[in-house]
C-alpha cells in the first residue's frame, strides 16, 4: 500500500514484470473487489486484456466446479454454488454502451465514463491528468489499484483531492 498520502482512498502499487503476471494478479484480485463494487480497468487494449482475463475467468470457474463436485458436505456445496453463481453472472465487458450493467470496465485512457467505481485498475502508464479524470470515478474509500511504476505527479493528483481536516 502506498503511504505518506492522506486521500479519499486507498492505493497499492504492485510491480509486475510480466504482462501474463498482471493478468494473473489481476483475476486473483478481480473477485474479491467485485464483491465491494464494480471496477474500472485502464490498459492498452481493453479487448485483448478483457479476453485473457475471461479466459482465466473461467478458468477459475472450472475450478471451483471441480471442487464442488469432490465434496459431499452440504455446507460447503452451497457455498461453492453462491460464488459459481456469483462470478458466472459477472459482467466483464470493454463495450462502452454496456458500462452502466458491467461489474467490470475495460476501457483505454481517453475513453469516457460515467458510472462510479469502487476499484480502479491502471495497467499502463498514464499522464496525472489521466489519472485525475479517472481518479474521480473512483467512490470514496475506494481502491487504486496501479500496475506501472507511482509517478510523483500522482501523488499531486491525490492530493489535490484531500479531503479537509473535520
Not at 464494480?38 to 475450478?63: E, N
Not at 458436505?73 to 453463481?85: P, S, W
Request: charged share 30%; proline share 3%.
Amino acid at each position: 500500500m502506498k503511504r505518506g498520502i492522506a486521500s479519499l482512498w486507498h492505493v497499492d502499487v504492485r510491480t509486475i514484470a510480466r504482462s501474463e503476471d498482471t493478468s494473473y494478479d489481476l483475476l486473483l484480485h478481480l473477485p474479491r473487489r467485485l464483491q465491494v463494487g464494480k471496477a474500472l480497468v485502464l490498459c492498452d487494449q481493453p479487448a485483448i486484456q478483457l479476453s485473457v482475463v475471461k479466459k482465466r475467468w473461467m478458468k477459475l470457474v472450472g475450478d471451483l466446479k471441480k471442487q464442488r463436485s469432490s465434496t459431499l458436505d452440504k455446507r460447503k456445496r452451497a457455498v461453492f454454488d453462491r460464488e459459481l453463481t456469483r462470478l458466472e453472472n459477472c459482467l466483464l465487458t470493454s463495450k462502452e454502451r454496456l458500462a452502466a450493467q458491467a461489474d467490470a470496465l475495460f476501457i483505454s485512457p481517453g475513453t469516457e465514463v460515467s458510472s462510479r467505481y469502487h476499484t480502479l485498475y491502471v495497467l499502463i502508464p498514464m499522464t496525472a491528468i489521466d489519472l485525475e479524470t479517472y481518479i474521480e470515478t473512483l467512490e470514496r474509500g475506494g481502491l487504486l489499484v496501479a500496475y506501472t511504476a507511482w509517478q510523483d505527479a500522482y501523488d499531486g493528483v491525490l492530493a489535490s483531492r484531500r479531503m479537509p481536516q473535520e
